[in-house]
């Protein structure tokens, strides 16, 4: 039997799949549909829809709604009170749940406090979104993305930290703590090493 644990507030409806080591804390909502890894971490006042898959270890922080059409990849960071859509269009009189857009967020990719994610857009591995921002395109893989709307300011690690690598051109940069190397062509940021690969 899977074991997660949920806080006496929290409601989980029947049905939900919830991996092994997650906890779901105050006045969560997860639907019946949704499928969650394991070793998650889900805050205060999270809400989860049905068409929804969050990989394993992805920490949502307090205020998140994770709405129907949204697929979170392993590792993945959602920070406090950040925004996803699922309708790009939404009018309160006409219905428009078979026009929900899909977002996927790639493995260990960051969603900074407060930030908002445009339905319909694909945010890329160890993508880094700057809280506040406002993301209405793709998110290239590594890419630093700041501002409203969201525009690329740099490019991060897999560690977490921006690399001093030039936005366009071509360039190469060793992350200090873990000795990944990175290496920048034509707007695209991939690991050096074969062995180094995203999985």
């Known amino acids: 039997m899977t074991e997660y644990s949920t806080h006496d507030t929290a409601i989980v409806d029947p049905g939900a799949i919830i ?3 997650t906890r779901i804390w ?3 909502h997860i639907c019946s549909g949704a499928r969650i890894g394991a070793n998650c971490s889900l805050g205060q006042n999270v809400f989860v829809g049905n068409a929804v898959t969050i990989g394993n270890n992805v920490k949502i922080q307090n205020n998140v709604s994770v709405y129907d059409n949204v697929t979170l990849e392993d590792d993945v960071f959602c920070g406090p009170s950040m925004v996803f859509t699922n309708v790009y269009n939404p009018r309160s009189a006409i219905t428009r749940k078979s026009e929900y857009k899909k977002t996927h967020v790639r493995r260990g990719a960051t969603l900074g406090a407060n930030c ?3 339905c319909g857009n694909t945010i890329g591995a160890y993508a880094f979104i700057g ?3 406002v993301v ?3 998110v290239p893989d ?5 501002g409203v709307p969201a525009r ?3 490019w991060m690690s897999r560690f977490g930290e921006q690399l001093p690598l030039p936005r366009t051109g071509e360039g190469h940069a060793v ?3 873990t000795g990944d190397r990175y290496h920048v062509y034509d707007g695209i940021c991939r690991l050096s090493d074969e062995g180094n690969e995203l999985g």
């Open 19 to 21: 991996g092994d080591g």
């Open 26 to 28: 105050h006045w969560a």
């Open 116 to 118: 908002t994610i445009v």
């Open 131 to 133: 809280a506040g921002a």
């Open 136 to 138: 209405v395109k793709d």
């Open 142 to 146: 590594f890419a630093l993305m700041v």
């Open 152 to 154: 690329q300011a740099g």
């Open 175 to 177: 992350c200090p703590h």
